[in-house]
């Protein structure tokens, strides 16, 4: 996947991959994503990389553990700077700017782990299949999203599993 600086004119490159990654770092490339990116060289081995990465990753969802596709659709626009830049400089401090700014070593553009990065960042903090997800019974674990069941439980279901401990010490 990797882009040769040398290919890439004044004017930039535009260029369309159909990949698959391994997002979770689980060791397996399962998502699979699209992208359109430009490069456009912006001076001392600068790049601006600007485009769309689209992508379907199956997440789990935080309250019923199921399994779920959640959409993707992400506009990007990053920095891309050789590593060397860096290391070359000695009062380098990371400014807010340079939080959209990635880098490249060699004389090779590697748009992986930019890709990576930016679904990353589009994946939610507390994924949900659905806003209105029901959760997993605390007490006897039954997905409440398919039936109800008759177990009490605290409105703070955090404490359910407490309250089984509360039953076995009555009898
Ligand atoms: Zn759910
Ligand atoms: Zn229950």
Redesign the pocket.
């Given at each position: 996947m990797a882009i040769k600086i040398n290919d890439i004119p004044p004017e930039g490159l535009t260029v369309e991959l159909a990949h698959k990654l391994d997002l979770f770092d689980n060791g397996v490339a399962s998502t699979a994503f699209t992208a359109v990116l430009s490069f456009k060289p912006s001076g001392a081995g600068l790049f601006h990389v600007a485009g769309r990465i689209q992508a379907e990753p199956l997440l789990e969802c935080s309250r019923c553990l199921k399994t779920f596709p959640y959409r993707i659709d992400a506009e990007v626009s990053v920095e891309l700077a050789p590593a060397s830049a860096v290391e070359s400089s000695t009062d380098h401090e990371l400014d807010r700017s340079e939080l959209d700014t990635e880098f490249y070593q060699g004389e090779e553009l590697e748009p992986a782990a930019l890709i990576k990065e930016q679904l990353l960042i589009a994946v939610p903090m507390v994924p949900l299949h659905d806003v209105n997800c029901k959760g997993l019974?605390p007490?006897?674990g039954?997905d409440l999203n398919e039936a109800g069941?008759?177990?009490t439980?605290d409105d703070q279901g955090v404490f359910g599993a407490f309250s089984v401990l509360k039953d076995i010490f009555k009898k």
């Amino acid at each position: 996947m990797a882009i040769k600086i040398n290919d890439i004119p004044p004017e930039g490159l535009t260029v369309e991959l159909a990949h698959k990654l391994d997002l979770f770092d689980n060791g397996v490339a399962s998502t699979a994503f699209t992208a359109v990116l430009s490069f456009k060289p912006s001076g001392a081995g600068l790049f601006h990389v600007a485009g769309r990465i689209q992508a379907e990753p199956l997440l789990e969802c935080s309250r019923c553990l199921k399994t779920f596709p959640y959409r993707i659709d992400a506009e990007v626009s990053v920095e891309l700077a050789p590593a060397s830049a860096v290391e070359s400089s000695t009062d380098h401090e990371l400014d807010r700017s340079e939080l959209d700014t990635e880098f490249y070593q060699g004389e090779e553009l590697e748009p992986a782990a930019l890709i990576k990065e930016q679904l990353l960042i589009a994946v939610p903090m507390v994924p949900l299949h659905d806003v209105n997800c029901k959760g997993l019974c605390p007490v006897c674990g039954k997905d409440l999203n398919e039936a109800g069941c008759d177990c009490t439980r605290d409105d703070q279901g955090v404490f359910g599993a407490f309250s089984v401990l509360k039953d076995i010490f009555k009898k």
